[in-house]
């Protein structure tokens, strides 16, 4: 509990390009939760490193990423947003963590098992305890509640397990998270495999709409979308690529799958595509005007950067302090 609100964190990796699935399953819904809730979003490059990463990329991503939570609407006088590897509470707390979490639990995660299979030449320590991390992500500042998708589910779980093993041993030091269940955005597919999500880490660039893609990429992805030959615009699991073509324009334009089959009853996929593409390109133009309007004003995100790196500082150095204490190292003389 800050200022009367519970808090909710959420962390969004850097690497790779964001897609429009992490705009509109996550991002977007994002921009008025702090009228609610006290609200952490962090920029976790830690988490990006286990993983090999080329230094001057990761940077550039970051701040890109940085850059792109303030052109959606996150406004960062409201919002803690910041860097993780500005605040060194994560990789203290992390540690002492790693000291409450067991291999076995970690040997269960299934995103370990799919990273290590995907970079087999660097099955590195730090992928093994990234969901330690994460748990120290949440549990430093308190947090009550966290957005997250189905992928992360079971870190959380994990974090929640390791705060309540803590808790038994050592008292109230950590509040339990909760997953966060809200509005939930759209699950968006990918457009060459409509089983699948939009994943920003897809080899395939015409599976997912990039955030920064231009209007003509955006209309011709959409137009090349994997769909069936019913010809029909139908909101049915039996034609999972015009579902999630649908959802995608419903999430857009606001209209709900029956009035997107009314519109486009009688008519064929070419009309629909185009007009999907259209408005997913119309609504990314304010959204990449911004970023760009945004990416020149770099003293006002590095003031941002700053003064909120400075907040999480202070506020994580709280339960830190404590878990320290709880732990048994002796107190700093100052
Ligand atoms: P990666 O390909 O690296 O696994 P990703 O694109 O799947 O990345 P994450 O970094 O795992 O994205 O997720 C960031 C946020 O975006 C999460 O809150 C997640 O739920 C949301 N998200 C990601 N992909 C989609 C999608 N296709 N539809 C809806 N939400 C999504
Ligand atoms: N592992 C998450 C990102 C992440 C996160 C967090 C999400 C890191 N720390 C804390 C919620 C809370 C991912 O890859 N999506």
């Known amino acids: ?53 080329d230094p001057a990329e990761l940077r550039k991503r970051a701040r890109a ?3 792109l939570y303030v052109a959606a609407g996150l406004d ?7 860097y993780q590897s500005h605040v060194s509470g994560h990789a203290e707390l992390a540690w002492i963590l790693n000291c409450y979490t067991y291999m076995g639990e970690l040997n269960r995660m299934t995103q370990f098992k799919d990273k290590s299979a995907k970079h087999e030449d660097n099955i590195n320590a730090g992928l093994y305890t990234y969901p330690v991390l994460m748990a120290a992500d949440i549990l430093l500042y308190q947090t009550d509640v966290v957005p997250v998708g189905a992928d992360q ?58 955030l920064t893609d231009d209007r003509d990429t955006v209309i011709r992805k959409f137009k090349r979308a994997v769909t069936d030959s019913l ?60 970023i760009a309007s945004l990416s020149k004003d770099k003293a006002y995100i590095d003031s941002m950067i700053k003064n909120n790196a400075e907040k999480a500082s202070y506020l994580s150095n709280k339960t830190l302090r404590k878990v320290q204490k709880k732990v048994g190292f002796p107190e700093k003389i100052r």
């Open 1 to 53: 509990m800050l200022d009367g609100k519970k808090t909710l964190f959420s962390g969004m990796q850097a690497t790779g390009n964001l897609t429009l699935g992490n705009y509109l399953g996550a991002l977007k819904n994002w921009v008025s939760l702090n009228e609610e809730y006290q609200c952490f979003f962090s920029v976790v490059d830690m988490h990006s490193i286990t993983v090999r990463q």
């Open 65 to 67: 990423l940085y850059t």
């Open 76 to 82: 960062p006088e409201k919002n803690c947003i910041y």
């Open 153 to 210: 589910k079971q870190h959380l779980e994990l974090a929640r397990d390791i705060a309540a093993r803590f808790n038994s041993i050592y008292g109230d030091v950590f509040t339990i998270p909760e997953p966060y269940i809200g509005k939930v955005g759209a699950r968006i597919m990918s457009l060459q495999n409509p089983e699948k999500k939009m994943s920003k880490s897809d080899e395939n660039p015409n599976a997912s709409i990039y």
């Open 231 to 290: 010809a029909d615009v139908r909101y049915s699991d039996e034609q999972p690529g015009i579902k999630n073509l649908i959802d995608i324009y419903s999430a857009t334009t606001m209209k709900t799958p029956a009035e997107i089959e009314k519109e486009f009853s009688g008519k064929g996929y070419g009309d629909f595509k185009l007009a999907v593409g259209e408005a997913v390109a119309d609504m990314l133009k304010p959204l990449q005007d911004r």
